[in-house]
């Protein structure tokens, strides 16, 4: 059984940064695409990025040139580091795989399955 586990979410001040990471069991990453998406309150879950398993690595234009996505292939996790934070990131940050399982990251993120989630909060 597929398990995706998220951390690192907390609260941040505007302009500052977080690590969230992703822990997988029953599959090994390195053969699978796998992203990361939100949802924030009143809104429907987004696509944020996604890392195809030949390293081309894809984001939405709300966070391109923010946050950076990233593998540990010896640990089995995935990363997502999110810079110059702003109060419109606030949400639930969910570790997806695309669906189908994929190794290439599929048009409009289209994820099928999520973690739990981690909260990220940006306020002052």
């Known amino acids: 059984q597929v398990q995706l586990v998220e951390s690192g979410g907390g609260l941040v001040q505007p302009g500052g940064s977080l690590r969230l990471s992703c822990a997988a069991s029953?599959?090994?990453?390195?053969?699978?695409?796998i992203g990361w998406s939100r949802q924030a309150p009143g809104k429907e879950r987004e696509g944020v990025s996604c890392?195809?398993?030949?390293?081309?690595?894809y984001y939405s234009d709300s966070v391109k040139d923010r946050f950076t996505i990233s593998r540990d292939r010896t640990k089995n996790m995935v990363y997502l580091q999110m810079n110059n934070l702003k109060p419109e990131d606030t949400a639930v940050y969910y570790c997806?795989?695309?669906?189908?399982?994929?190794?290439?990251?599929?048009?409009?993120?289209?994820?099928?399955?999520w973690g739990r989630g981690t909260q990220v909060t940006v306020s002052s």
């Open positions: 997806a795989l695309p669906r189908g399982y994929p190794d290439s990251c599929l048009p409009s993120f289209d994820f099928g399955s």
């Open positions: 890392s195809s398993r030949d390293g081309r690595t």
């Open positions: 029953g599959l090994t990453l390195d053969y699978y695409a």
